[in-house]
């Protein structure tokens, strides 16, 4: 018999087909169980979150109402110990206005007497006439302050008499000083914007009157930037008080921010800057950002430092690029201030201070960053030791080649025409010509302004004193000793940075900061009466 092998062949065609398509379906329906599967697992653990979160909601529904029943039911008791404290405040400032303050009274006997009558005019004369007794002073106003019936009051009343006799850039450093104590008194330790001290609440009326002296005070700034006319110090105190009374919305942006970029080199600035909110993000950028890429494009590349690091952009501005840049410009300054000034005595001198200034500065940033391990400045300090030796040898080769030869002529015999009155005339030297020091402008703040950048210092305490000695890696000026080989005018020197802080120069609402730009290590509470690096000028 014939075996037909076509149908033979379609028939195992045909099993083969049927064969794919039980293993398609079969893969098909575990893929459809695995699905499922994992479909019926993510709604069993999405219900189970979705119950946790129930559960936690009601726990934390029934803590707050029995809150709010606790706070409610001690309402009574609070209003009255209020009004008990209340009633002993005012017999205590009744009786302080019927008693006068002895003479010889204790300092805080005075501020609470003062504080108690809430004489602001008063308080500020007394601080005033005390100013010596700052640091008692900074001790004990916070107590002082607590005495008074409105705290907030009093210090918008002596604010007010301050601005109020402000005329132009012409302040009253005196009670300038007064005032940045009241208000770091009235915004204690605390770090404005701070994430673990709230700020201080007002009441509507006193938010209100804070808003009309600033206005007020503003009206006396200018527009803010170059042209403000007002110092730094006076600067910190504005933006301390819009800060810790909520007054940003009043203020125009760009106003503030002129103000934050032209006075960055005050210490307390980074922090005022995010107490003002320019570090939140504003839409999807960091108004921080913007900041310090145009403290680096105006050459404040220590300011960028301190603000990247208060910031948290560190990782966006490394602080040893931005050291590296700064030390760069630096040399190139002091160069250019040598050949500008044909290297003369005066250049040397001026090209001196400028570079010594710089390497202070830049000592003082790494150990306030704690960076040494990232930027050497073994050689830095090296340099700055032998620029402190050429200048104490200038200053001494200046005061011999000044120093006027006796008067009277002594000669021989008769012959000579000795005596009183006879012989030549002795040589007296030309007087040396004598430089105004407005050409070299103070370094109290830390990075003064550009042209020439001059570098600041205001953030390192104290003289150098290291006994190795290196060579510079960097352009090296002439050698000093072909400056001052031979006798030369009295040239002039600029005023050396010093850090003993007057309490005018405080920083704003004399705000210690953390990260401090003048040798403290920490921003603690807004001290106006800090002993303790950046000097701040009276304007």
Not at 397 to 420: D, I, L, Q, T, V
Not at 444 to 453: D, F, K, M, V
Request: charged share 25%; with cysteine; net charge positive.
């Amino acid at each position: 018999m014939a075996i037909d092998t076509d149908r033979v062949q379609k028939l195992f065609d045909s099993l083969e087909a049927q064969k794919t398509i039980l293993s398609t379906c079969t893969q098909l329906y575990k893929t459809l169980s695995n699905h499922f599967s994992s479909l019926q697992h993510s709604l069993s653990q999405k219900s189970s979150s979705l119950d946790s979160k129930f559960q936690a909601l009601e726990s934390d529904s029934k803590k707050t109402l029995e809150s709010l029943d606790q706070r409610e039911n001690s309402i009574p008791e609070r209003e009255s110990s209020a009004a008990a404290r209340i009633e002993e405040q005012r017999e205590a400032a009744l009786s302080e206005f019927e008693k006068a303050v002895p003479e010889n009274a204790e300092l805080s006997e005075c501020l609470k007497s003062y504080c108690r009558k809430m004489d602001s005019s008063g308080l500020l004369r007394f601080m005033v006439s005390k100013r010596k007794e700052s640091m008692s002073l900074r001790s004990e106003i916070v107590s002082a302050m607590e005495e008074s019936v409105d705290s907030a009051r009093l210090v918008l009343d002596a604010v007010e008499e301050f601005v109020s006799q402000k005329s132009g850039k012409v302040g009253i450093p005196d009670k300038r000083w007064a005032c940045g104590m009241l208000m770091q008194a009235l915004f204690p330790a605390a770090e404005l914007g701070g994430k673990t001290v709230p700020k201080p609440a007002f009441a509507r009326s006193v938010v209100e009157r804070a808003a009309r002296v600033a206005e007020l005070w503003k009206g006396k700034m200018g527009d803010g930037g170059e042209g403000s006319m007002i110092g730094p110090t006076e600067a910190a105190m504005f933006m301390q008080m819009v800060a810790g009374f909520g007054l940003k919305p009043k203020f125009d942006e760009e106003f503030l921010r002129k103000q934050v970029l032209e006075f960055a080199s005050r210490r307390d600035m980074p922090k005022l800057a995010i107490a003002l909110g320019f570090g939140e993000k504003m839409g999807g950028t960091c108004v921080f950002t913007d900041i310090i890429d145009e403290l680096v494009k105006s050459g404040k590349e220590i300011e960028a430092v301190y603000f990247a690091s208060e910031s948290g952009l560190t990782e966006r501005f490394s602080p040893v690029s931005l050291l590296k840049s700064y030390l760069h410009n630096s040399r190139k300054n002091a160069t250019t201030i040598l050949k500008n000034g044909n290297y003369s005595t005066a250049a040397t001198e001026e090209s001196g201070n400028v570079e010594l200034n710089s390497i202070k500065t830049i000592i003082k940033c790494v150990e306030d960053h704690k960076l040494e391990s990232e930027f050497s400045i073994d050689s830095l300090r090296k340099r700055a030791t032998q620029l402190e030796k050429a200048k104490v040898e200038r200053k001494k080769s200046s005061a011999g080649a000044s120093k006027p030869p006796n008067k009277r002529a002594h000669g021989g015999g008769s012959g000579s025409g000795s005596g009183r009155g006879s012989g030549p005339s002795a040589f007296r030297p030309a007087k040396a010509p004598k430089f105004s020091n407005s050409t070299y402008p103070s370094f109290g703040r830390r990075n003064p302004a550009p042209p020439p950048q001059h570098s600041p210092a205001g953030r390192y305490s104290g003289p150098f004193s290291y006994p190795a000695q290196g060579v510079y890696d960097g352009p090296t000026p002439p050698p000093y000793a072909s400056t001052y080989g031979g006798p030369h005018p009295q040239t002039p020197t600029i005023p050396q940075q010093h850090y003993s802080l007057s309490v005018d120069d405080m920083g704003a609402g004399g705000m210690r900061a953390s990260g401090s730009y003048g040798g403290q290590t920490s921003y603690n509470a807004y001290d106006y009466a800090a002993a303790a690096p950046p000097t701040y000028h009276t304007q």
